[in-house]
């Protein structure tokens, strides 16, 4: 299982500069700036390193970069066919990581370019053919968000819960700017910014600001949540690396010799950054040794309380894990009736570190602690693989055993 899902993160992230060199080279016809870009990507740091080992994120890359690839075909090439393949992608990216639903905004502008193109004229466009289009685009997508809004409702909250947007301009954004720069250096950081200005000499405006779009609309987004993580720019990385290569494209018409310098020069410096985090976890793994130190410490019937462990746990340690719910008293109350059956019906249960996360209100932390005593067991090393993109973020995990109180009736009812 694990040898196959990181066979399918590598085949994705591999299919992902594919498909960004095919739609950078359909849209500007330029060989040199589709190469740079795709070669930019695929060695940019947080993108190698999350695709190195098991994570979605290649997955909603791939499927974001293809949406917006077969719509870009269907506008150009008249083949409506397209149109739904696009609009599948989507839905599929979204499904992935539900914050690409911001894409759709992009997405509308490359849909409607030829309106926009004609200044709306009347009769300019075929109306029973823009129908078709209309239907074969929006009409999944429009579906699907009524379906994810009536049924997954659930999920969206959760989501909100410990995606917490705290404005445009936080804290959280210097983070998110930081990590740009930790992954392109100072240079391709100068070269983003003057490649966003630059990209207007090759006459594709409202592709141009459909890709400005889609980096600046999830850049604010996860640059503004509580929860932030260097990997959640992966979603951006591709447009990040187009903008670069925009501005090596453009002093390759005054001085070819430097560009390549400078591209090979911005490639070194960013393998360079990666290529220890990628030896090292390759060599060590903190979740693979926390989870079998965790298996020595149990008995082989407890239930483990964790929450983005669990794989790891029951992978590498065999044991039976349990998540907690989100921000969600009814379903805490439930979470706790669940725990104490299992208690009294003599299996062990024991919380870990990560088994404290995603708890924005408190509401677990309160229903732990009003309906069970908690005993210090050990602890270990292990690591959030979550924010070890680019440097490892290792701590020691206390593993603590959950034992019922007698009086625990505020919750348990």
Not at 208 to 218: A, E, F, V, Y
Not at 335 to 350: A, E, F, I, K, T
């Amino acid at each position: 299982m694990d040898l196959a899902f990181n066979t399918l993160t590598a085949f994705t992230a591999a299919a992902s500069v594919v498909v960004l060199y095919k739609l950078i080279l359909k849209i500007f016809e330029n060989r040199f700036l589709a190469f740079s870009t795709a070669l930019l990507f695929s060695t940019m740091p947080v993108y190698l390193s999350i695709t190195t080992h098991s994570m979605i994120h290649a997955f909603s890359v791939l499927t974001s970069l293809l949406s917006f690839y077969f719509l870009i075909l269907a506008v150009s090439d008249e083949n409506l066919a397209f149109y739904l393949y696009s609009a599948i992608f989507f839905i599929i990216s979204v499904s992935s990581r539900f914050p690409n639903i911001l894409l759709l905004l992009p997405l509308s502008i490359i849909f409607f370019q030829p309106l926009i193109d004609s200044h709306f004229k009347p009769g300019f466009i075929n109306k029973n053919r823009f129908t078709q289009e209309m239907i074969l685009f929006w009409a999944p997508i429009i579906s699907f968000l009524i379906f994810t809004l009536v049924f997954q409702q659930d999920m969206i909250i959760g989501k909100a819960g410990y995606d917490v947007f705290l404005g445009f301009f936080s804290p959280v954004l210097f983070l998110a700017v930081n990590t740009i720069i930790k992954n392109v250096g100072l240079l391709g950081w100068f070269l983003l910014l003057l490649g966003t200005s630059k990209v207007r000499y090759y006459n594709k405006k409202l592709y141009s600001i459909s890709l400005i779009l889609w980096m600046l609309l999830l850049f604010f987004f996860y640059g503004n949540i509580i929860s932030y993580s260097d990997r959640f720019l992966s979603i951006i990385l591709p447009i990040i690396a187009f903008f670069i290569s925009v501005s090596i494209d453009r002093i390759r018409h005054y001085n070819r010799f430097l560009s390549v310098l400078v591209l090979i020069f911005i490639l070194s410096s960013m393998f360079y950054t990666v290529l220890p985090i990628i030896w090292d976890r390759h060599n060590y793994s903190a979740q693979k040794e926390y989870a079998l130190w965790l298996k020595e410490q149990v008995p082989s019937e407890s239930v483990i309380i964790v929450m983005d462990d669990a794989p790891f746990i029951e992978y590498y340690g065999g044991l039976t894990t349990k998540e907690h719910p989100i921000g969600d008293i009814e379903k805490t109350v439930k979470w706790v009736g669940d725990v104490s059956q299992l208690l009294n019906s003599g299996r062990p249960v024991y919380i870990v570190e990560s088994g404290f996360t995603y708890d924005p209100e408190g509401i677990f932390l309160d229903a732990l602690l009003d309906n069970f005593n908690l005993s210090l067991i050990g602890s270990h090393v292990n690591e959030d693989y979550h924010r070890a993109s680019i440097t490892r973020h290792k701590y020691d995990s206390r593993l603590i055993k959950i034992v019922q109180k007698k009086d625990s009736t505020a919750w348990n009812t």
